[in-house]
Structures are given as C-alpha cells and as structure tokens.
C-alpha cells in the first residue's frame, strides 16, 4: 500500500514540514515569543519560543503523519482499501499543519485573526469532510467504526458507515450553524454534539445487530471474536476509555480553595501548585466587578479554570488562580507581586474579599 501511494505519501509529508520553511523566512519578522494557545473564546493565553514555535506543531504532526500511515499500511484488510479513504488518511494531518501554522504566524505578524471563529469553521469543515469519505470506507481494523458489529459481518459495516457518513454530515452542518451562538452557549452543545457523533453510530450498529439476529440472516456465533480480536478490541476501548476521562478531567473538572488560618492563608487547586501567602505580606487587596485575564505564560487552562503564570496591560506579569464565568475577581498585593483570585461566583468572591480584608 505505501509503494502504491508513495508519492501521494511523499508529496504529504513535504507539506506537513512546510511550515517550517515558511518560519525560516519570517524568522527576523517574528517576535521572541509567538502566542501557540489560544483560550476558548480565541485569546491568546499561552505563549512559546520562537524556534519551538515553529518546530513544534509541523514535527510532532509528522510523526503522527507517519504513525497513522503505517498502522494503516499494516492492516491486511487495508491492501483492498479504497484509494480515496486512504487519501483521507494522507491529507488530513497536512491541511491541519499548513492551517495552524498560518494561523499561529498570522497574529504573531500582527494581522487582525479571530483563532476561535476559524477553528470552529474548520473544526465544521472536518466532519463535512469526513462524513463524506466514511460510506466510502471498506471492511477494516483501523478506519472507520471499529466494533465488533461491524468487524464482524460486511453489511452491518456498510449501513452503520452510510448512517455514520450522514450523521457527521449533519454534524459538519450543526457546528457552521453553531457560528452564530455566543461562545457560553456553544461549550456545552459542542460537548453533548461531539458525543452525539461519537456514539450514535456505535448504537445505530447495534440496534441492526439486533434486527439482523430477529430476521435470522445473522447469528450469535458469527459475530464471537477471535483471542487476538478480543485483545485488539480490548486495548482499543482500555485507551479510548482513558482519552475520554482524562480529556473529562482536565477539561471540565477542578477546583480552587481557600484555607484559611491565623497567620497565613493557602490557595488550594486541582491540576496547578498550591500556594501560601502570609497576612502581613498582603500590601493592598481589592475587589473588582470587571476581571481581564490577558495572556497565560505559563499555566493550566480549560473550560472551567485559568491558573498559572499571566501577563496584562496593567500588572505585567502575575499570578492567577481563578473560575471562568465569574466576572469578579479579588487582587491582591504580596510583596510587589499581584495575585489574582476569585471564587466560582460574585457570592463566593466577595466572601473571599470580606473574609481576606478582615485578616489583613
């Protein structure tokens, strides 16, 4: 399969690396530090070097490039494959390096670029793509819908990937239509939609599993599994089930207390050091209603929290430990250095104020 794609596979990769050709010619345009991550609504707030930023996406992304394609090329049942899937393979990983690449030197040269609005367009554009290609996709063990349904008997495959194919076209469509939800909104749909496409073809699957058994053109004992396909299937859902606890967990999970006691106070968090500050090193402390993070450093973002190291207009470098979604925050200044807190709510911060100034 790899001499029979070798130049398609060839032309791919040089793509993938591109980018690193381009950020040798822009090295003297571009600044020491180049913004890598940007927060949900497409702020900047995690920032890189300028050879690791220009390095690290395009090599990492050729690794996986090659990863994919070899694991591809290694399944037997892949050798009859249709050349349009795995085209599919080749040129996804290209298109996302060229794209976020540009993007990532786009802003860095100062043009005016909303991250957020162009993810979500071609995050829209993926699964329109991908719904296009999956009823196109043959009986395999490494493409497609991978259970045992449909490892198992050829016409369950067929249906659960034109049901699949539909599904993620709807879905390609939902998240352009999402374009216009404010980004509050959009969270939580993106989540439950991404579950959605995940899991209905799997059902879909089953449930004509379940037909086929009633109509008698299928069964049990033709979908049993072999002890290496238990092994595969095992070790498939073991890593799946582990991708989506740990995404779960860092993305959704967490959270931020204080202890309190008589000389000192210590900001307890999930995911990030915790950190304590005596009373008497508290130079000033003040309660604001309007909170700008800036641009993250060094630290821990998800959905839910912002900790870490931060830089803005107006403190420079600081420290936060905060919510997202509560718009209050409470800063205090410790030896010169600015921290910035708040609770889950305006309730929570004000007693974090009220309880912080009655101590210092």
């Known amino acids: 399969m790899i001499r029979k794609h070798k130049t398609q596979i060839l032309l791919s990769s040089l793509l993938i690396l591109l980018p690193l050709v ?169 989540v439950i939609a991404l579950l959605l496409l995940a899991f209905l073809p799997m059902l879909y699957s089953y449930i004509y599993y379940r037909k086929q058994l009633k109509a008698g053109t299928l069964s049990k004992a033709d979908i049993l599994l072999t002890p290496q396909e238990k092994k595969s299937s095992a070790l498939s859902i073991t890593i799946g089930s582990i991708i989506l606890v740990f995404t779960a967990l860092f993305l959704e999970t967490g959270n931020i207390q204080l202890q309190y006691d008589t000389a000192s106070f210590t900001i307890q968090a999930n995911y990030w050091k915790d950190v304590t500050i005596l009373y008497e090193d508290i130079e000033q402390i003040e309660y604001r209603t309007q909170d700008k993070p800036g641009m993250r450093t060094f630290g821990y973002g998800s959905f839910k929290l912002l900790m870490g190291e931060f830089e803005n207009q107006e403190f420079g470098n600081y420290t936060r430990y905060s919510y997202i979604g509560c718009d209050s925050c409470v800063v205090l200044t410790v030896k010169g250095r600015i921290f910035v807190i708040n609770g889950k709510d305006t309730e929570a911060t004000e007693k974090i104020y009220q309880e912080l100034s009655s101590r210092t």
């Open 22 to 190: 381009i950020g040798f010619f822009l090295w003297h345009m571009l600044p020491e530090q180049i913004a890598t991550h940007w927060n949900i609504d497409g702020s900047p707030d995690g920032w890189s070097g300028l050879g690791f930023a220009i390095f690290s996406v395009p090599v990492i992304l050729f690794v996986f490039h090659w990863i994919c394609i070899l694991i591809t090329a290694h399944d037997t049942k892949n050798q009859s494959q249709s050349s349009k899937v795995f085209c599919m393979v080749l040129w996804i990983l290209p298109i996302i390096s060229l794209t976020t690449s540009s993007m990532i030197y786009a802003q860095a040269l100062g043009m005016d670029i909303h991250i957020g609005t162009i993810a979500r367009i071609l995050f829209a554009l993926l699964f329109l793509f991908l719904g296009n290609y999956m009823p196109k996709c043959r009986q395999n063990s490494t493409i497609g819908v991978k259970i045992r349904w449909t490892l198992k008997n050829e016409e369950n495959w067929n249906k659960t990937h034109r049901f699949t194919g539909r599904l993620w076209m709807l879905g390609g469509i939902f998240f352009l239509i999402s374009l216009v939800f404010p980004f509050d909104y959009f969270i939580p749909l993106f």
